[in-house]
């Protein structure tokens, strides 16, 4: 069975950082693309960055040049390194990897960590 597993959320003041990370453990293939979303209550789930296996990333608009997507194959772990965060950066935050087992390719999604800025 294969779990993904989040930490690194928390409360913040505008302006600082946080270092969200998520490791994929179980019987597992292979990891292709890996990525972040965040939700607000009573919004749609919404994407933030993206990570393929070959390292190209893609991010959100509202977060390009503060938040760096990074990757660590060989640990089966993404990172989501947010800096100048602001309040409306607050939100629940997902991972989620595209993953082959022996039953095949399917989307995952870790259990969500909280990140909240305020002062």
């Known amino acids: 069975q294969v779990q993904l597993v989040e930490s690194g959320g928390g409360l913040v003041q505008p302006g600082g950082s946080l270092r969200l990370t998520c490791a994929a453990s179980g019987s597992l293939f292979r990891i292709n693309d890996m990525g972040w979303y965040r939700q607000e209550p009573g919004k749609l789930r919404e994407s933030v960055a993206m990570?393929?296996?070959?390292?190209?990333?893609n991010y959100a608009d509202s977060v390009k040049g503060r938040f760096t997507i990074s990757r660590d194959n060989a640990k089966s772990t993404v990172y989501l390194q947010m800096n100048s965060l602001r309040p409306e950066d607050t939100a629940v935050y997902y991972c989620?990897?595209?993953?082959?087992?022996?039953?095949?390719?399917?989307?995952?999604w870790g259990q969500g960590t909280q990140v909240t800025v305020s002062s």
């Open positions: 990570i393929t296996s070959g390292g190209s990333t």
């Open positions: 989620n990897a595209q993953i082959i087992t022996r039953l095949g390719n399917r989307d995952y």
